[in-house]
Nanobody
Framework: QVQLVESGGGLVQPGGSLRLSCVAS????????ITWFRQAPGKEREGVSC????????SYKDSVKGRFTISRDNAKNTVYLQMNSLKPEDTAVYYC???WGLGLHDHPNWGQGTQVTVSS
């Protein structure tokens, strides 16, 4: 059974940083691309960043380019999202999912999400 567990969310001031982790079990992570999504209250879920199975291809939503960095450690079955220079508009529940692409299609497995709140 595939399970994805996100962690690392919290409350941070504008300009601060957080590192989210997505730990996978039930799969060998290096066979899977992983995408991070987020959903703010009252808004649609949107793709933030994705990384291919071996990390050779990476994509970011325009609004996070230069601030967020996705990476993976397949030996630890973990994908990370380093978030710097956080803004209030980054406030959302962040999810990781298997599959490549910032669209909502073709992501069969999802985690439960971790809350990120950016506020002074």
């Amino acid at each position: 059974q595939v399970q994805l567990v996100e962690s690392g969310g919290g409350l941070v001031q504008p300009g601060g940083s957080l590192r989210l982790s997505c730990v996978a079990s039930g799969i060998t992570l290096d066979n899977y691309a992983i995408t991070w999504f987020r959903q703010a209250p009252g808004k649609e879920r949107e793709g933030v960043s994705c990384i291919s199975s071996r990390g050779r291809s990476i994509s970011y939503k325009d609004s996070v380019k230069g601030r967020f960095t996705i990476s993976r450690d397949n030996a630890k079955n973990t994908v990370y999202l380093q978030m710097n220079s956080l803004k209030p508009e980054d406030t959302a529940v962040y999810y990781c999912a298997t599959g490549w692409g910032l669209g909502l299609h073709d992501h069969p497995n999802w985690g439960q999400g971790t809350q990120v709140t950016v506020s002074s």
